[in-house]
């Protein structure tokens, strides 16, 4: 299994974060672009994951939630900016639990001898609200969801019968 190295440098809104695959990059960008295949990965297995709106173009919104067992939703939603490519997919992204607070995430993916790593950089607006987002447990989510697409990645690839 791949780690997932986050990086919090101290004193700055940034949030680093690189993680490998085993799978070409048209794969993993297709996993980040297709809400069928997005509702699979993203986020912790304990939530069921609803895609209200899912526009990869420049200027397309998205929007999605969160579902908990018991039926409590929480939502996130941004906005795409620029075409997204393998090579740059940026977006905001905001937790409608905090409105305001929003931050602004890249994705670039680099493909190696038919593997990927992703590189994602998120900036926030201050540095008290990329602590507050650290500390409401991202992290732990972006982990898990790295270990689901692994999961996915295997499925997708799993010969049909």
Excluded: C
């Excluded at 297709?30 to 297995?45: C, D, K, S």
């Excluded at 409105?99 to 950089?121: K, Q, Y």
Aim: charged share 25%.
């Amino acid at each position: 299994m791949n780690a997932t190295e986050i990086t919090v440098e101290p004193g700055v809104p940034f949030v680093d974060v690189v993680r490998e695959f085993d799978a070409p990059r048209d794969l993993v960008f297709r996993a980040h672009t297709e809400p069928e295949l997005l509702v699979q990965w993203l986020g912790p297995r304990k939530y069921q994951m609803i895609v209200d709106r899912w526009e990869p173009r420049d200027g397309g919104g998205w929007r999605y939630i969160h579902r908990d067992a018991d039926g409590n939703d929480w939502g996130f939603h941004g906005v795409f900016h620029g075409t997204p490519t393998p090579d740059d997919m940026v977006q905001t992204f905001e937790f409608e639990g905090a409105p305001g607070h929003v931050s602004l995430n890249s994705l670039r993916l680099e493909e190696r001898d038919g593997r990927t790593i992703a590189h994602v950089h998120a900036v926030f607006q201050s540095v008290e609200a990329r602590d507050a987002n650290v500390a409401g447990g991202m992290a732990d989510g972006m982990t898990e969801g790295y270990q689901r697409l692994d999961e996915l990645i295997v499925r997708l690839a799993a010969p049909v019968n």
